[in-house]
């Protein structure tokens, strides 16, 4: 028998305060400006129309490799920003799409972009299982866990034949012409960056993301709450990989090639965790604007500085001041603040 | 409705629980008291499977529980608070109560975080306790007092049948116990069947049918508050004493 509390007396206060109620919510949504990341991605999808009056291929592989880094932030997020479990082992899901999907083009010559899903689901399902065992730990213990992930998945690959070994294998490229040859990669890139950054939102405001979110404040408490963690934390684990391994399958077709020292790099895991890290953990701008700030840096220092090591440490200055005033990230510390721009507003 | 049967919990040689058995009936409220270290806290986390018992049985509605998982034992209508109030911050205060409204199923997972009527439902129930005026705070900016009684309401969002209180009047001002000893009677007028952990003894005197007293991690003596309190062995135990058993 439950029990159930009837509209107390005071039901006229409770009308007030949801009148109140309403009027807060219509406000939140008036701060938001969807059309924003929408205006964006009209102008990306023009963007190759530049290809008619000249030679932008760089401008293309830019947009290409940053969306690609905002699916991949942005998927990382859903496990370390919402559910608060950091992965560095992030680039074992990147290498297992690019792999599964790289193999079924270099044998059956089925192009990537049509296969990314089915990579990505790979990539889920491993992260399904792995999750299972790393994530009884959480914390420090639970970072180590994903960095011995990586360094067993490298070795595993540096060492497996039929994939090529350490040498890796080439994928046969596409018989476009120059100007063209990077389009198909770069709608897809574009699409998967969209979708992803979509399905976050759609997640985070989800009752799975409502439990995430308790998981990542108090774990007992929200397994007292009522929420199977354990399912909840595998399931983000999955889903972070889903996009991962996706991003990954059409990332090693544009390279037209896969080999162990580019998927398998901490340093890719690295970039996720940064970027998520200064755009704002936990948010959904956070990530994107984290993945262009991070590219577009990287960009210009190696412009000014050259591809010296002086430009990586160009890049880390920034971000350690960016995150002496921006304590929550960008996006994060402004929205605490209420200085956040519409704009920029995607909760 | 609730029977707990010869629960243990052994942290290598401390016997922190060893050997309680009590029953809880349903409608009453029943009061677990002891003095500190008496094992009424790691009592309350075995029941709720917070912490795994060494052994014993728990059973709800002749239902055993005790190798249930937590959010299992929620969805069958036993739900807690904490002795320090874990509250979830960076929420707000109905985001606090309204994760703890069940979900059921993968399709359950994907609908909105909160919903119109889970919204009407927790306003609901922040109205009883008098927190409307809070409900759009975030839970870190709340009192000790509001965080007790936000633990409370999220409690009621699960529908359950039976409530574990951890010293819902700890730390809190004279005032506002009243107004939590108001709301757990009110409660449990309607039906609800409450076990609360709590060291204020006017409180407990006034507010339990049954009190059960542990020490040294078992029962000692149960029974009305008026038996309780004159019994030899209670007064024993909170005065320093030892039991006799062990004094044998």
């Known amino acids: 028998m439950t029990v159930t509390l009837q509209q107390s007396s005071a039901s006229s206060v409770l009308k007030a305060r949801r009148a109140h109620n309403e009027k807060l919510a219509r406000k939140a949504d008036q701060t938001r400006a969807t059309w924003f990341p929408l205006a964006l991605l009209a102008i990306l999808v023009a963007l190759p129309l530049l290809q008619f009056v000249g030679n932008y291929n760089y401008v293309l592989h830019l947009v290409l490799f940053t969306a690609s880094y905002v699916a991949m932030a942005s998927g990382w997020n859903i496990l370390g920003g919402f559910a608060g479990y950091v992965s560095l082992g992030h680039s074992v899901f990147f290498g297992v799409g690019g792999y599964f999907a790289g193999m079924l083009l270099a044998r059956y010559g089925i192009s990537t972009i049509i296969t990314a899903p089915l990579a990505g689901l790979v990539a889920a399902v491993l992260g399904y299982l792995i999750g299972l065992i790393t994530l009884k730990v959480r914390g420090p213990s639970f970072i180590i866990s994903s960095i011995a992930l990586l360094m067993i998945a490298r070795i595993l690959f540096d060492n497996w034949e039929f994939v090529g070994g350490a040498n890796g294998l080439t994928l046969p490229t596409n018989d476009l012409p120059v100007q063209w040859a990077k389009l198909p990669y770069y709608y897809a890139m574009i699409a998967i960056a969209a979708f992803t950054v979509w399905a976050t939102y759609r997640i985070k405001h989800s009752k799975f993301g409502l439990g995430l979110r308790a998981i990542s404040k108090d774990e007992i408490k929200a397994e007292s709450a009522g929420i199977d963690t354990r399912f909840y934390k595998v399931m983000a684990f999955a889903f972070s990989a889903f996009f991962v391994g996706m991003t990954g399958a059409v990332w090693g077709e544009y390279l037209t090639y896969l080999r162990p020292n580019i998927f398998l790099l901490i340093l890719v895991s690295a970039n996720l965790v940064l970027m998520s890290i200064l755009g704002g953990k936990g948010t959904i701008a956070g990530p994107v604007v984290g993945a262009i700030l991070i590219v577009a840096l990287n960009e210009f220092f190696v412009a000014t500085m050259g591809a010296s090591e002086i430009n990586i440490l160009g890049t880390g200055l920034v971000m350690a001041v960016g995150l002496i005033f921006f304590p929550l990230g960008l996006i994060g510390t402004l929205a605490k603040k209420g200085k956040l721009p519409r704009v920029l507003n995607w909760d | ?248």
Not at chain 2, 41 to 56: D, K, L, Y
Not at chain 2, 137 to 163: C, F, T, V, W
Request: charged content about 25%; hydrophobic content about 40%; overall charge negative.
């Open chain 2, 1 to 248: 409705m609730l029977e707990v049967k010869n629960l243990c919990k052994h942290y290598g040689g401390i016997k922190a629980v060893d050997g309680a058995t009590f029953t809880v009936e349903r409608g009453s409220i029943t009061a677990l008291i002891g003095p500190n270290g008496a094992g009424k806290t790691t009592a309350f986390n075995c029941i709720s499977r917070t912490v795994t018992p060494t052994s014993g049985e728990v059973w709800l509605d002749g239902v055993r529980i005790d190798q249930l998982r937590p959010h299992k034992i929620t969805s069958k209508g036993l739900s807690r608070t904490f002795q320090i109030s874990r509250n979830l911050s960076d929420m707000t205060v109905i985001e606090n109560v309204i994760v703890q409204s069940r979900v059921d199923g993968i399709r359950g997972l994907l609908r909105p975080a909160m919903s119109a009527e889970e919204k009407d439902k927790a306003m609901t129930i922040l109205d009883f306790l008098g927190i409307t005026r809070i409900a759009y705070e975030d839970g870190h900016n709340l009192s000790y007092g509001q965080k007790k009684l936000m633990d409370l309401a999220a409690l009621l969002m699960s529908d359950p049948k039976i409530i574990l209180l951890d010293e819902p009047a700890g730390g809190v001002n004279p005032s506002l116990m009243e107004e939590i000893i108001g709301h757990i009677r009110a409660l449990n007028e309607k039906g609800l069947t409450v076990l609360i952990v709590e060291h204020n003894m006017d409180l407990i005197m006034r507010l339990s049918h049954k009190v059960v007293v542990m020490a040294q991690g078992r029962v000692i003596c149960e029974g009305p508050p008026e038996v309780v309190r004159k019994d030899p062995h209670v007064l024993d135990a909170y005065l320093g004493g030892v039991l006799e058993e062990e004094a044998a």
